[in-house]
């Protein structure tokens, strides 16, 4: 007897393995898809996250390239190849294949770089996509803004020695005309930009048509000569300071006119011998040895730098006139922060100069200084005597506050120090306490510090800028003022050392550059 399986049961077992089969046929079928589509994920990331870094070098390279090629120093005739240059150095993607690399430039527009590749592909490829193209673009354009330039020149004895050809005065000419010229030259359409010069050793002059704000021009100590145009500087906190109102205490008042104090005649040694009283000298010079702009002239004026300041115009070539003018003569000491205070208040819409504009970001105002030595005022250098001389007549005294300086006064005999648009530092201590040199010299450095503060401050109010220049060995490593100009500038890229006249053109050079704010635009 032969046994059958019942139909129903053979039925379900084959109805039950066509439904096993056609199952794992869906699943592998999805598993196929999914595994693509995973595939797919991880080659768009892969192949997407390298683009993406490889896109970002590029637009450096091109920013880069754009930015070098745009700046309107560049010569038009190389201005390409400067920006094919620029975008081969620093483009370094192998990667990526250059499709097409274009630059164009116009002084109103600024520089356009398109950069047009392809990026290689990796896993992308099993797709049929080898590469992925993209279009790259970047401008840069100089900052139209209206411009203030004060160089505050260091014209004392020292600026005579040899660098280069000739002096550190003719080399500082030659940069700081090239300064200007070169600004003038990259003036934007609509564009003003004003100069200034703010020449000082010691003190400064500020130019014998403003006595409207000097007091004392007229003084008996003037007999046989006249006011040259120095003024000593207000005693603290309005020293350093560039707020001012006709007669306003509350804003420091006005300037007393520069003199040195007669001095005791009664032996060889003192700089400025009086006539054997307190009220005359023994001898008063009308014109200096060397010529109407040497300083060395006996009498109020002795010491007083003989070039004033030029306020602010937006003549080009009436400020290099003036810069070319310049001499350097022997004179007593170099102190910066009359000359930054000046250039201050210069730049400063308020009186005494008015020149300039509001302090504001719709213009820059930058201050240049610009010096070769240390600062001193020379009486630890060249010791004199004179304080141990009397008068021949009357007693020999001098009262700080008759010139409204502070400080104390001086009896029987002469100074130690030189005098200076302070006082004398030394024996009359207007900035407090000082026995010795070393003190004199950290007051100095002190209150130049604070000048420079003082302007820098104003950015809070404006864009301001402060450039500084130690130009020679000696103000070179190691030295008070180098480390002096260092801190006094904007930041350290605001700071130069320059040991040869090339240096010095090199910083006037990288100043005006820097003035012109070229940058990336959308």
């Known amino acids: 007897m032969m046994f059958r399986a019942p139909v129903s049961s053979r039925n379900r077992f084959c109805s039950s393995h066509a439904y096993l089969t056609n199952d794992n046929g869906a699943t592998a079928i999805l598993f196929s898809l999914m595994v693509m589509v995973l595939f797919l994920s991880i080659g768009l990331a892969v192949d997407g996250g390298r683009a993406s870094s490889n896109r970002s070098n590029a637009q450096q390279a091109l920013d880069a390239a754009v930015l070098a090629a745009s700046n309107v120093f560049v010569d038009d005739a190389i201005r390409k190849e400067k920006f094919s240059s620029i975008f081969a150095k620093n483009f370094q993607e192998a990667d990526a294949t250059i499709v097409d690399l274009e630059f164009t430039f116009s002084k109103a527009d600024g520089g356009h770089g398109v950069l047009k590749l392809n990026y290689n592909t990796s896993i992308m490829k099993i797709f049929g996509h080898n590469t992925v193209y993209d279009v790259l673009e970047s401008r840069a354009k100089q900052h139209k803004f209206d411009m ?19 002096s550190r005065l003719d080399a500082l000419k030659v940069s700081a005309k090239k300064l200007i010229s070169t600004l003038d030259a990259a003036k934007m359409p609509n564009q003003n930009i004003k100069y200034s010069i703010v020449p000082f050793t010691m003190n400064v002059n500020v130019g014998t048509d403003n006595d409207s704000f000097v007091d004392n021009t007229a003084s008996g100590l ?148 610009i010096t070769d030595g240390e600062q001193t005022t020379e009486g630890e250098f060249q010791p004199i005597g004179c304080n141990g001389e009397s008068n021949t007549s009357t007693a020999y005294s001098f009262d700080p506050n008759s010139l409204q300086l502070d400080g104390i006064s001086l009896a029987t005999n002469g100074p130690t120090d030189m005098f200076s648009p302070y006082g004398y ?49 000696s103000a070179g490593p190691g030295t008070d003022v180098y480390g002096l100009l260092q801190a006094c500038a904007t930041s350290k890229n605001h700071f130069f050392y320059a040991d040869g006249a090339q240096d010095l053109e090199d910083a006037f050079v990288a100043i005006a550059k820097e003035a012109t704010k070229l940058s990336l635009t959308e």
């Not at 203030?148 to 000739?166: P, Q, T």
């Not at 009283?277 to 007083?304: I, R």
């Not at 407090?432 to 401050?457: H, I, M, N, Y």
């Not at 404006?462 to 060995?473: K, P, Q, R, W, Y």
């Open 222 to 369: 003037f007999t046989g000569t006249s006011w040259a145009g120095c003024v000593l500087e207000r005693p603290a906190p309005y020293h350093n300071r560039d707020v001012y109102s006709a007669g306003g205490a509350s804003s420091g008042g006005n300037w007393q006119a520069y003199i040195w104090p007669p001095e005791p005649d009664g032996g060889t040694t003192c700089i400025n011998p009086s006539n054997g009283t307190n009220a005359g000298y023994k001898s008063v010079g009308v014109v200096g040895p060397s010529g109407v702009n040497d300083p060395w002239t006996k009498g109020p004026n002795n010491n007083c730098v003989r070039h004033s300041i030029k306020p602010l115009t937006t003549s080009a070539s009436d400020i290099s006139t003036e810069i070319d003018a310049l001499e350097a003569h022997s004179n007593m000491g170099t102190i910066l922060a009359p000359g930054i205070a000046w250039a201050h208040r210069v730049l400063s819409p308020g009186a005494p100069f008015s020149e300039g504009d509001a302090f504001s970001d719709s213009v820059r105002k930058i201050m240049i200084v």
């Open 148 to 166: 203030e330039v004060a160089l505050v020149l260091d014209v004392s004895g020292s600026m005579r020695s040899g660098m280069g050809a000739g």
């Open 425 to 473: 530092i030394l024996d009359s201590q207007p900035f407090g306490p000082a026995s010795s040199w070393a003190e004199v010299k950290q007051q100095l450095r002190t209150t130049s510090l604070d000048a420079c503060t003082k302007f820098k401050d104003r950015s809070s109010s404006g864009d301001v800028e402060l450039f500084t220049i130690a130009a020679s060995s």
